[in-house]
């Protein structure tokens, strides 16, 4: 099976972790680090489960489910040092950056992501996909995240593409159901890698 664009798209959106980086192996990592200096286990259903969250959004959720008292902005800060520091193991998924190198210059790009900006731009420049794509809405940029379609809708304006001209790369259930929300071209690359 073969990734492409579909012929109506007239931007392009990329989901980053585990879309058009393959993160998650590395954020999850962070995450099982973090709860481990924190008394508690990280599994990989709950992972998978609240991914496209950003991690200050997951905190409280762990905290109800778990019966937890984490600090959401110390536990999120330490969650991102452990992660920058595992960077360097960083690889693009490469069916995905192959569509970005195929149509750089040819469609507007960007990247949509629950991360935090400079945790964006930095992940695109480990890859050296920074080049490629300048427009990153991320977690800092809208009030309502994934599963809401603002990250996306942001997105669409940002490339002054209508929505439903926008095709979404997503590898979560909950950006799948934001660029749903958002009246675009859904592509669930899970079914690729």
């Given at each position: 099976m073969?990734?492409?664009?579909?012929?109506?798209?007239?931007?392009?959106?990329f989901d980053l972790d585990g879309t058009l980086a393959d993160s998650m192996p590395i954020h999850f990592r962070a995450w099982q680090q973090a709860a481990r200096e924190n008394g508690f286990t990280f599994t990989e259903e709950l992972f998978y489960g609240l991914a496209g969250m950003p991690t200050y959004k997951i905190v409280p959720v762990l905290n109800e489910r778990?019966?937890?008292?984490?600090?959401?902005?110390?536990?999120?800060?330490?969650?991102?040092?452990?992660?920058?520091?595992?960077?360097?193991d960083l690889e693009p998924i490469k069916p995905v950056a192959e569509l970005v190198y195929k149509y750089h210059g040819k469609l507007p790009m960007s990247v949509g992501t629950g991360g935090?900006?400079?945790?964006?731009e930095l992940t695109l420049k480990m890859m050296g996909i920074d080049r490629y794509i300048d427009i990153?809405?991320?977690?800092?940029?809208?009030?309502?995240?994934?599963?809401?379609?603002?990250?996306?809708?942001?997105?669409?304006?940002?490339m002054g593409v209508e929505p439903r001209y926008c095709q979404v790369?997503?590898?979560?259930?909950?950006?799948i159901l934001a660029a749903e929300r958002a009246g675009m071209i859904v592509t669930d690359v899970r079914k690729y890698l």
């Open positions: 073969h990734l492409d664009i579909d012929q109506k798209a007239k931007g392009l959106i778990l019966g937890l008292d984490l600090d959401p902005g110390g536990f999120s800060r330490r969650k991102e040092e452990l992660f920058l520091e595992y960077l360097r935090r900006k400079h945790i964006a990153i809405v991320s977690a800092d940029d809208v009030k309502n995240h994934k599963p809401f379609p603002d990250t996306f809708l942001k997105c669409a304006k940002m790369f997503e590898d979560g259930d909950m950006g």
